[in-house]
């Protein structure tokens, strides 16, 4: 049934802090924008890869809807370590690279709204291939 992640959607304070981070400091590519009848902009897709977006909308982002259980935004990088030494050169706060239980690099990072994004490497161990080669 399922295919694959289609987008996910944040509400943000400020679109254009937003978009300028996913864009200029991960490198995602904006796709289109939501205009209202009055001609302004209040929410944008950035294509991640492949089929895969991220929506943003401007809203209040005070308080999480009750029962939200939201902890991260995991986006695959080819190597994690030049990855971060990337961010870092933007001036970006990124943690150190670090091997997870689940046999792949990762490393971390938040959006202007603080929102955790993880940056994750597949590596042949990752327990992701392993689940993949046994289908």
């Given at each position: 049934?399922?295919?694959?992640?289609?987008?996910?959607?944040?509400?943000?304070?400020?679109?254009?802090?937003?978009?300028?981070f996913y864009r200029d400091m991960l490198?995602?590519?904006?796709?289109?924008?939501?205009?209202?009848?009055?001609?302004?902009?209040?929410?944008?897709?950035?294509?991640?890869?492949?089929?895969?977006?991220?929506?943003?909308?401007?809203?209040?982002?005070?308080?999480?809807?009750?029962?939200?259980?939201?902890?991260?935004?995991?986006l695959e990088v080819e190597d994690v370590?030049?990855?971060?030494?990337?961010?870092?050169?933007?001036?970006?706060?990124?943690?150190?690279?670090?091997?997870?239980?689940?046999?792949?690099?990762?490393?971390?990072?938040?959006?202007?709204?603080?929102?955790r994004i993880e940056l994750h490497s597949?590596?042949?161990?990752?327990?992701?291939?392993?689940?993949?080669?046994?289908?």
């Amino acid at each position: 049934m399922v295919k694959a992640l289609a987008h996910l959607c944040f509400i943000v304070k400020d679109l254009d802090v937003a978009e300028a981070f996913y864009r200029d400091m991960l490198g995602l590519t904006p796709a289109f924008d939501f205009i209202n009848d009055d001609g302004k902009r209040f929410g944008t897709y950035m294509h991640i890869g492949g089929r895969s977006f991220l929506e943003m909308f401007i809203g209040d982002v005070a308080e999480p809807a009750p029962g939200q259980s939201f902890q991260h935004l995991c986006l695959e990088v080819e190597d994690v370590a030049a990855a971060v030494a990337e961010l870092r050169g933007k001036g970006a706060e990124v943690t150190d690279p670090f091997f997870g239980s689940d046999g792949s690099w990762q490393a971390w990072i938040s959006d202007p709204e603080g929102n955790r994004i993880e940056l994750h490497s597949y590596t042949p161990e990752s327990k992701q291939n392993v689940a993949l080669e046994m289908k």
